[in-house]
Structure formats: structure tokens, C-alpha cells
């Protein structure tokens, strides 16, 4: 689309976005504990890095990569969150441990796909066909529709929790 056309129509194509034109990290999306601030940061800028691959095209083989250590970095922030959220009796654990299961579910069923595909089948940069697609959208997902809806359910309680050990301890 030439700038012309895009002044009028006022439209520019997802693939000429850089990551902080969708979701800019910022204060607006801590839950207010400095540990999990910090893991939803890594995962939103491992995140950024696979959005930038997306733009310019991958080979599988560096998809399987990115997707194993993006699982990791998942399981390993559920555990923690969900420790953690169990710590203070949070009421809406069991479907917020659904939901993370699920998310691993979906990413699982993801590499194991991959593994059936050849590992220097690569498509066009920004397209939607390739396979770096259905990853974008489940980070995606994960960031819209987790970290900013569930997660941000859960951060009265906790401040909540802290609030009360603070007053029990007589650190305030
Ligand atoms: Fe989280
Ligand atoms: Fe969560």
C-alpha cells in the first residue's frame, strides 16, 4: 500500500508494525509482585524477538527452537504464579490453573506439529501462512487474553494479602 493510500485509508498492514505499535510493556500491566512483573516481561520480549522473525521470515528448525525455550519459560512462570497464588488462598485458582493448562495444551499440540514439518521449510516474511503465525497469535493470546484479563484478576488479593501479613507483622 503506497503512504498515499494509507493516509486516506488510514490503514497499514500488520507486518509494517514494530511489537510496541500492538502492545506496549509498561506499568499498566504489573500485578504489582516485582518476581512476576519480571517473568511477564520475559515473555513478552522473547515474544517481541519472535514477532521480529515473523516479519522476516523463519525456518522451522529456529521455530522448534523458539518454541521449546517459550514453553519453558511458561511452565516455569505458571508454577511460580499458581505457588503463589495458592500461598494466599486465592478463590479462583482451580480456573486459573485451567486456563494455564490449557495455554500449555495449546503450545504443546504446536511442537509437536512443527516436528512433522521439514527443517528448512520457511515462508515470506509477515505472511500468514507461516507457520510462525499460529505462535504469534497464542502469544498473543496469552498477553491480551491472560496476563491482561486472569492475571490482572488476582492483583486486589494480593495486595489485599500483603496488606494483611504487613498489618499482622507491624511492618507498616
Ligand atoms: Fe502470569
Ligand atoms: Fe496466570
Partial sequence: MSSTNQEITGRTQMQDQTINHL???GDHLSVGNPEIDAQHKEIYEFWAEIYESW?????VGELRISTDRLFGLLRTHFLYEERLLGGIGYGDLKR???EHRSMLKELQAMREHFKTLADDDDSPGGSVLSPNWSVMQ???A???GHVMTS???YVQPLQASRNSEQRTTGSV
Fill in 96 to 98: 486459573h490453573v485451567a
Fill in 151 to 153: 492475571d490482572m484478576s
Fill in 142 to 144: 496469552f498477553t491480551l
Fill in 55 to 59: 516479519r522476516d521470515g523463519v525456518r
Fill in 138 to 140: 497464542f502469544v498473543l
Fill in 23 to 25: 502492545i506496549k510493556w
